[in-house]
């Protein structure tokens, strides 16, 4: 795929705010400060199309991309940098919960991992409950280019056997780095395909 047109449409503070559901999207979402809207802006080729922000918590609203003129990207706030509450609902955030519980045209929430760190139970935790809710989802490993590529292959490894604990089979997975624009086209190439086939 190649990005030929991304436009900011609008942001919402909750999921019944959000444009009319006529293109399917594509959500981003991780920890605060894991590389989220560098990595957005290296997809779409804009520099300054999401904000880069080196203070945690930056995104604090749901952020609609129209791409192309035929899908949406998504750009959602981050969960890492909010205090665990008792309930999912409120450990996620009752807007992020609600946006990727009942929004119907999503069709893939990409959960960004920064592939310098060791496992972090926050990431484990969501990404079982998205796998429990039977939502689509793929995971971005981000900011390759901060280690080196044996650090960053072990680090994965670690990550992917944390993970078999908890899945039979591992969600599809990307290394990006947006300095280099590693993982771009193949990231981009995905995208295309679930968006052509209508699921992930």
Request: aromatic share 10%.
């Amino acid at each position: 795929m190649k990005v030929n047109q991304a436009e900011f449409i609008t942001s919402s503070s909750e999921h019944i705010q959000c444009p009319p559901a006529d293109f399917p999207e594509i959500a981003f979402i991780g920890r605060s400060n894991v590389g989220k809207s560098s990595l957005i802006n290296m997809l779409t080729n804009h520099k300054k199309l999401a904000k880069v922000s080196g203070k945690p918590g930056k995104t604090q609203l749901i952020n609609h991309f129209l791409i192309n003129q035929s899908w949406f990207l998504v750009d959602l706030p981050g969960y890492g940098w909010a205090k665990v509450a008792k309930t999912e609902k409120e450990k996620w955030g009752e807007m992020i919960h609600d946006y990727i519980v009942e929004r119907t045209n999503l069709i893939n929430i990409f959960v960004l991992i920064d592939s310098r760190h060791e496992p972090q139970p926050i990431d484990v935790a969501f990404i079982n409950w998205l796998g429990e809710n039977g939502l689509p989802f793929s995971l971005i490993f981000t900011k390759a280019d901060k280690q080196s590529k044996n650090k960053t292959q072990s680090a994965i490894a670690r990550y992917k056997k944390e993970l078999k604990k908890y899945w039979e089979f591992l969600p599809t997975s990307f290394v990006t780095s947006s300095a280099t624009q590693e993982g771009r086209d193949e990231v981009l190439n995905y995208i295309d395909q679930i968006i052509s086939t209508g699921n992930s």
